[in-house]
């Protein structure tokens, strides 16, 4: 049986509060449930850095509380 997977935060821009690289765990804030929330963070491709105040782009969710993150795409960077 395939387990169900939570998309519930895959898409969403959240902004990095604690430092994001390879072997650490960061953090980021998120939209969630109508507030704002923290999640653990972990860059998606396992080489990635992302600083503090960076926005970057949920590529996956583990609940209940890990996001694996990318870089936000210049296309939504010029939207916003």
């Not at 519930?8 to 072997?23: A, D, E, F, M, N």
């Not at 998120?30 to 960076?54: E, I, M, Q, R």
């Amino acid at each position: 049986m395939h387990k169900e997977v939570d998309r519930s935060l895959t898409g969403k821009i959240g902004r990095v509060t604690g430092r994001i690289g390879p072997g650490t765990v960061g953090e980021v804030m998120l939209p969630f449930h109508g507030g704002t929330s923290a999640f653990h963070a972990h860059p998606f491709d396992k080489s990635s850095v992302f600083n503090v105040g960076d926005e970057v782009l949920v590529i996956y969710y583990e609940p209940p509380g890990t996001v694996f993150v990318d870089e936000l795409p210049d296309v939504l960077k010029a939207a916003r």
